[in-house]
């Protein structure tokens, strides 16, 4: 530990097997896991079809290089455009590296307008990564504090407020993109309106401007269709990826459409790691689990099922302020700051995060049971009522 940087408040538990929804300690305690590694693990834990295709992948390639033709990439890249109708991807390891390959995008876009200065608008409560660039594009000051100079060209606006952006659009005239999650997860489970969302790819086609989708937490599945702004039936230029895509294994990828497309040519950017043969068929095998196994369906009815059960169980606790969400990506927002929950929720068996200092966050894997959300709900419902009975 003590030659680790000291970039986490870690807890103090290490864990050394999981299965599906379930996670054991070193100590042998087992916890129902109702996080999955922040959206990560989409298939649960050791899930053997994976487990299979990562091991076979192992005993042929792992790595290559991107200076030859990858087949599993060409293959994860033709799956994902026909899943989300969008036209081209880039490869890369982290959601914060699809946010600068879309953040450059809308730069290259924005010179080729003529704009010599473009600006991207982004989000309040917006979170877009750690690297420079996307922290300056996310609405956190406290993670911004003590490192700037940060970034310039990002403008921020209120989420949900299609009319601040186009005022903004009235006198900045450097405007090139818009950026924005349509579920905001750091940011506390904040959706986006489906009117916003239609308003937002009305004005960009308008004004000519790059709509940015950062579905790196919200996409793969987990609302209940395969990205989050499928909801609207809108179609972004530019969507990134990372988090669920490779059910645990890292990787990334920034998807172009319409006048993103096309605009990287040789030398414009790469990574040296994205889109190995390694993590690509981790996301073409996640991917194809999550269809044989209808788990997209099988998300918006378990996670429907956990927000009734949750309110039917707190129904006349004071202290719950909303419990929303969409699919198995879910918020309960208290009236106060709650994050000491994580530690009472380890002791009860549940693994949980609390974002925004007042939501309690829920990513469950999209292959948890009915029983096991019942299971959840029960645990986190006791959870929260002595929580909230504490004064
Ligand atoms: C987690 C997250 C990121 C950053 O992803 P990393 O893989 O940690 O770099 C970016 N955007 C959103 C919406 C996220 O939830």
Redesign the pocket.
Known sequence: MSHLMNTYGRLPVAFSHGDGSWLTDTDGKVYLDALSG?AVNTLGHNHPTLVAAISAQAGRILHASNLYRIPEQEQLADKLAALSGMDEVFFCN????A?EAAIKLARLYGHQQGVDSPATIVMEKA????TMA?LSATGNRKAQAGFEPLVSGFVRVPYNNLEAIRTLARYNKNVVAVML?IVQ??GGINIADIDFQRGLRALCDDRGWLLIC?E??CGMGRTGTWFAFQHAGIRPDVVTL??GLGGGVPI?ACLAAGQAKGLFKPGNHGSTFGGNPLATTAALTTIEVIENDRLIEHALIVGASIREGLAQALAGCAGIVEIRGQGLMIGIELDRECGELVTRGLTAGLLINVTAEKVVRLLPALTLGADEAQELVSRLARLLRDFLAVP
């Open positions: 922040i982290s959601g914060c590296e946010n979170f877009h990564g750690r996307t999650e997860g750091e950062d790196v937490q990372a988090k990334g």
